[in-house]
């Protein structure tokens, strides 16, 4: 099977003794490195309160990147519905596209919100950001066995991850009041989504029969993204409207096949879309070897660690910072999910690693998220991935 089209999801990280602005500024150069690697699209996520992240706002920083580069297509890895509205997102967006045409990729996330109603048939493993939104749910059982932690083609699947202890916090607290002004109540998401469309379309209407119409934002040319944990309302909320979905692998890895499934199931062909189109997102750190990725990959458990803990992502640390940090046994349960499902080692080791999850998934895409210290060393790991994917082409 030929390589598929990879893409980028940047969390903008801020290195240890970095800054936010430094952190941007890397950014942009590293969309304008991947843009030359020939990576096929350069998302950003949306978090906030995190020290170690700078990523607060995608389409502000979509607006700068995109002056920056010229032909990658550029987007959102989410912006996350549970605390804007859709005229909001529409204009945003609409903005951009007023200026760049037919780059954006607008990517819709229900991070950041409460949990949504949902039927008894239905599930959701929680928000598409580590705990922002999370909620409690059922396992989904997919087709694709998995068998002592691993599906037939070896891609490892870990036991599900809850994010009950999250639920209730004070600092998940505080981000939900600050995001949201009192008494402000969030709209259903699939409502939402449906809303989004509309405006794009230039199809909204009340059930009164008041018309509203985006300016910008009416007729932009975006691509539609639903980003999802699972196979619940965020899979569901895709495939009945025909969008591409967005797997996350690298937030969720025991749920990614249900979350496939589960969207493949709920599709329905579109005008935009006549058959499923599937991104699935993984951790990768890349080096000459194993054991030198191994080390810049050292940060990585303290930094997972501090988000599931909700005390918001550290700046990243360095190898040497990061052995010094204090671990226990509980830590190592609390990120063991995560660790076990991040892609590092040499050009080959990774791309062995993301060829198994292409095809236990059977992602169109895959979507490559890279946290080093040093910004040379992101800069090189996305390389070196890029030139082996494309001579395995």
């Known amino acids: 099977m030929s390589p598929i089209p990879l893409g980028v999801l940047d969390l903008v990280p801020v290195p240890s003794g970095s800054t936010a602005a430094e952190a941007l500024a890397h950014s942009i150069d590293l969309a304008r490195r991947t843009e030359e690697f020939g990576y096929a699209r350069y998302w950003f996520a949306e978090h906030h309160l995190n020290p170690g992240v700078a990523g607060t706002s ?13 032909t990658i297509r550029i987007g959102s890895g989410a912006v996350q519905l549970g605390h804007r509205t859709a005229l909001s997102t529409v204009e945003e967006f609409g903005l951009i596209d007023a200026l760049h045409p037919g780059r954006l990729d607008l990517g819709l996330g229900r991070s950041a ?61 505080l981000q939900q009041k600050l995001l949201n002004l009192p008494g402000a109540q ?30 910008p934002g009416e007729g932009a040319d975006v691509q539609v993204w639903i980003l999802g944990s699972s196979g619940g309302v965020s899979a569901e909320t895709a495939g009945r409207n025909g969008l591409r979905f967005a797997a996350n692998y690298h937030v969720s890895p025991a749920t990614v096949l249900e979350a496939a499934e589960g969207y493949r199931a709920a599709f329905k062909p579109s005008a935009e879309l006549d058959r499923p189109y599937l991104t699935v997102s993984a951790d990768v750190v890349v080096a000459q070897d194993d054991a030198t990725a191994r080390e810049l990959a050292t940060g990585y458990a303290p930094w997972v660690r501090s988000i599931r803990t909700a005390e918001g992502a550290i700046p990243y640390p360095t190898p040497a910072e990061a052995r010094e940090l204090p671990w226990s046994q509980e830590d190592g349960k609390l990120v063991a999910d995560r660790v076990d499902t991040q892609f590092v080692g040499s050009p080959r080791t990774v791309a062995d690693h993301l060829e198994r999850l292409r095809d ?34």
């Open 113 to 173: 919100g409460p949990p949504q109603r949902r039927r008894p048939a239905e599930v959701e493993s929680g928000g598409e950001g580590e705990g922002e939104g999370a909620a409690p749910s059922e396992p989904v059982v997919p087709a694709t066995p998995v068998v002592d932690g691993r599906t037939p083609n070896g891609l490892r699947i870990p036991d599900r991850f809850s994010f009950a202890h999250l639920l209730g916090h004070p600092r998940v607290a």
């Open 186 to 215: 969030p709209q259903d998401y699939s409502e939402q989504v449906d809303d989004v469309l509309a405006l794009l379309r230039g199809e909204y209407r009340t059930a009164e029969g008041v018309e509203a119409h985006a300016v």
């Open 360 to 393: 236990a998934t059977g992602a169109d895409e895959l979507l490559i998220t890279t946290i080093t210290h040093g910004h040379a060393d992101r800069v090189r790991s996305y390389r070196l991935l890029a030139e082996e994917w494309q001579r395995r082409g």
């Open 58 to 70: 995608p389409a502000v920083v979509l607006a700068l990147t995109a002056s920056a580069t010229s």
